[in-house]
């Protein structure tokens, strides 16, 4: 047989000759990936949140992973991950009710413009078009939200808010801290430096 590395062909004596057939990520992957929010890996295998923190949780919350789907592995590791995923879900599905964060995004309908810059850019699936009486517009799943302001950032026309840090609350506190005045002698000293 011809080694590679060697760049020879080697003939070995073995007593036994054992084939592995080629693992690769099933054909549905794509479309479950889409289905529920969740990362492939470069491979095309389910990406785990966070290899060593987070290994059997997705970023999305309430989907959790195991098994072969995560990337080719021996059934003894299948079945420890599995029995880690399950744990997982119990601790949600345990609970008669969830508790999210308040500091989550919504949309003000009226300055929407439907441009979907804000559904593009969250990465949680967190916000979706819905039909309203102003026409379709974006609106935030507080349970899905994270909070990372992504969308607040990438909105061109203000729309969409994070709660407990908008635009005027950021600013009273930079007020607060720097008076006005200190901001206006350290800009000029900064032009005269120029
Ligand atoms: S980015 Fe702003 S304007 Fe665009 S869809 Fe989202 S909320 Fe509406
Ligand atoms: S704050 Fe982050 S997680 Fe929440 S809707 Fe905006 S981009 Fe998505």
Known sequence: MPDYILGQKLAIDADLLALAAAV?????SHEISKLFKVPLNPDGFFQEAHVKLRPVDF?????????????????SETISQAYGAAGRAITVLSQDSVIASGAVCEVNESECVT?????????YGAIEFVD???????????????????????????????KHY???????????????????????AAVGEV
């Open 24 to 28: 690769i990520p099933s054909a549905t």
């Open 59 to 75: 970023a999305a919350d309430g989907v959790f992973l195991c098994g072969i789907a995560h990337y080719p592995k021996h059934i």
């Open 115 to 123: 441009c979907g810059a804000c559904i593009s850019v969250c990465k």
């Open 132 to 162: 309203t009486p102003q026409g379709t517009k974006a609106r935030v799943n507080p349970v899905l939200c994270k909070g990372d302001g992504l969308c607040n950032a990438k909105c061109p026309t203000g729309a969409i808010s994070l």
């Open 166 to 188: 908008t635009d005027e609350e950021i600013f009273c506190q930079i007020d607060a801290e720097v008076p006005e005045q200190e901001i206006i002698q350290q800009m000029a």
